[in-house]
Structures are given as C-alpha cells and as structure tokens.
C-alpha cells in the first residue's frame, strides 16, 4: 500500500537533491570546519555557500543567520536573548495559539517573575491588534509571535504587528516555521529582529534549523562555549545538514510560486469537495489569509483520532494538531482559544499539503472520506448540538 502524506506541517519528505549534496560531507568531508588544516578548513566555504542560499531565501545578509539545531532551540535562544538584552524590562507578550516551543518558555518564565501577557484570538484564529496596543508598555521587552498557526494555517499581519512593537521600544521575535518557504519573505525590509525558521519544514533533514538575528540586534547565546557562529551559537558545526539546509532553501526559491499556486490548487479542490459531500463539518481558521497548503476541517460528532486511525488504513497520513502535542488527549490549544463548540473541537483533522501532493493522492482522500465520516457517526451517540455531556467534558478539561 502506498502512503499518501498529508502531514507535511508535521515535517516534510527531504528532497532527493538535498540528500545528493549532503552524502558528500557524511562520507568524505568529514573535517571539522573550525580546524586549521586545509582538510578542515575547506569545509567553512561550503557552510558559507550554505549561508548565502539561506539568507537569500529569507532576504536577509549572512551575516544574520545564525544556525541551530532546529525551530525549538531558535525559539529558546530568541526569547532568552531578547530578556538577556533588556533586564530591567519584565513584560513579554505573545498569543494563546503559539507553538509549546513558544507557550512552554512563557509559562516557565511567569516562574521566575516575568509578566507575561496571552493575546486571544476571533473565532477564525485572528488577532485583535487594538488589544495587541493596549498590552503594550514600557515595561515589555519582547513580542514573540507566530507568522503562520501550524495547525489552522492562518497568517498573522506580521509586518502591522512589527510598526506597533516598534513604537513601544520592544524587540520583536516571529515563530516563521511554517511561513518560510511558502509565503515571500525580504527581512530587509521587515520589522523583525529575530525570525526562526526549521529545516525539516522545507524538505531538509531534522537536526537543522537557523534563527535570523537583524544586524544590530543585541545577542546573548544560549548555547556558551565555543567560537562558533560569530560567538553567537557554541558548538561544532552540524555541516552535512547545513549544507542540505542551504540547498533546501535554494530549491524553495526556485519552486516557491509554482508551488504555492499548484498546493491551493489541490487544497481548494479537497476541501470544497469535503464540505459539499459531508454534512455538518465546517473550515477551522482564516478562509483567506492562510497557509496555501494548509486546511483543518472540524467533523462535528464524531473523534479526530478514530478518523486518523481509519485513514491510516488506506495509508493516508494527517493529523489532528500539532505533533509536539500529540501525545495528549486534550484537545488543540489552537481550536479551543478560537471558541469552537465541543462538538467539531475533537472532530478536527489537518490536512498539509507540499510540492509533491498529487491530484490522485487528493482523489483518494475524497473517495475515502465521506464513508469514515458515516461509518463513525453511525457509531456515536452525539448526534446533535445538544450532547450536553461532550459541552460538561469542554468544561473539566478547560479548569
């Protein structure tokens, strides 16, 4: 049975091109970049090659990329530097939809006695950018929010956000895991001081992500040892993944528009189908300013888990939030900040889509859905929006 992927918010297959330019330096180069040797030192050309695809990528100077070992380390490393820079300033603000990586830090830091304010967010996972203005202060040292929600897709007005932070004297972070390589980015001209990006979203191995840290931005390093990385990020170079990391980049650039176009293209053409042979199930998100390869559709009545496992059996790989939290009953953190009724917030499924979704993989899907759907309610007795039990479990799991 063949395996059709549409999880790629989860990761991403790494390109054959990537895994071409990355054997080299597993098998041959194996020095170490920082050595004196030439047998070593050759290495740091190509990790400059590297860096140069990657700032193009970005729009950005080399010189500002600062690689790590993925998106939660430049999320760490981000919001420690900017509390490092500026302590005499105690107030962070993000949103109830971030990533753990983001939400995790911010709880941990209330412990040691940061302010830390939760922006909300509308029914289709938007910002209220007055409540945004009005969170602000003299008091706050950083802003740290996501470019684009991994589960919903929806994509925050990141550059409106930026002038307000910037009024206020604040640094700005963006969480961009899931921008970068499907949304046009030119840090150059942008209000970002520090943006993380990972690898293993853009068809680069795991083990590899970089964190843009704007030309002039004070940096402390959370890693402390070595030299490496301007001093910015001790540690011996990870260079094979470097390198497929800055092919990686080099191949989104190429593909990015005729990609972006061809992934709405087949979520479009699978979610409206969905929505027209499936009753009561709804879009969970921003219907425009989204992810173009990203849809979460909520099937009000009836479990995500037991449709995923149900897709699995036709070798049909989705999620139902993110997979750093997939090892929890509750429900999304996302969809439940969004206000969702009980009913469609455990029936909610993502599909992620990337440069290698077919047209047949998407037919599959649609040929397969609409029985799940049956099959399931037909076993479940929630039937209507009534299910007064799902609306009392909403209430425990929330206090």
Wanted: hydrophobic fraction near 40%; proline fraction near 4%.
């Amino acid at each position: 049975m063949s395996i059709i992927y549409l999880d790629n918010n989860a990761t991403t297959k790494v390109d054959p091109e990537v895994i071409e330019v990355m054997l080299p330096y597993l098998r041959d180069y194996y020095g170490n970049p920082s050595s004196m040797h030439t047998f070593g030192g050759q290495l740091g050309k190509a990790v400059k090659t590297a860096r140069q695809q990657l700032a193009a990528l970005l729009g950005a100077d080399e010189s500002e990329i600062v690689y790590t070992s993925c998106g939660t380390e430049g999320d760490n490393a981000a919001i420690r530097a900017a509390l490092l820079a500026q302590p005499e300033k105690r107030h962070i603000i993000t949103t109830q939809v971030e990533h753990p990586a983001v939400l995790n830090v911010c709880k941990q830091l209330e412990t040691q006695g940061y302010s830390v304010t939760y922006l909300s967010v509308n029914s289709q996972g938007q910002l209220d950018l007055n409540e945004l203005e009005a969170s602000l202060t003299g008091n706050t040292a950083l802003v740290t929010i996501m470019y684009a929600n991994n589960e919903t897709g929806t994509v925050f007005p990141i550059e409106q956000i930026g002038l307000r932070v910037k009024e206020h004297g604040a640094l700005f972070h963006v969480d961009a895991v899931q921008a970068v390589g499907k949304i046009p980015l030119n840090m150059k001209n942008s209000t970002v001081d520090m943006l993380t990006l990972s690898g293993h979203k853009i068809h680069a191995p795991k083990g590899i992500g970089a964190l843009y840290v704007r030309r002039g931005v004070r940096f402390r390093p959370l890693l402390i040892g070595g030299h490496q990385e301007r001093g910015r990020r001790a540690g011996t170079e990870n260079v094979p993944a470097i390198i497929a990391l800055g092919k990686a980049a080099e191949l989104e650039m190429l593909h990015l528009e005729e990609a972006t176009k061809r992934e709405r293209r087949l979520r479009d053409r699978l979610e409206q189908t969905l929505l027209a042979t499936i009753p009561d199930c709804e879009v969970n998100g921003d219907p425009t300013q989204r992810l173009p390869n990203t849809t979460n559709i909520g099937f009000k009545y009836i479990e995500g888990e037991a449709i995923l496992l149900s897709l699995n059996q036709y070798g049909i790989c989705a999620s139902s939030g993110s997979a750093c939290t997939s090892g929890s009953l509750e429900p999304s953190h996302v969809l439940r900040a969004m206000g969702l009724p009980y009913t469609t917030l455990h029936g909610s499924i993502r599909f992620s889509l990337c440069r290698y979704t077919t047209d047949a993989e998407i037919d599959q899907v649609i040929a397969v859905m609409p029985s799940i759907v049956e099959r399931l309610r037909a076993l479940s007795p929630f039937k209507n929006d009534d299910a007064g039990w799902l609306q009392e479990q909403s209430l425990v799991v929330s206090q």
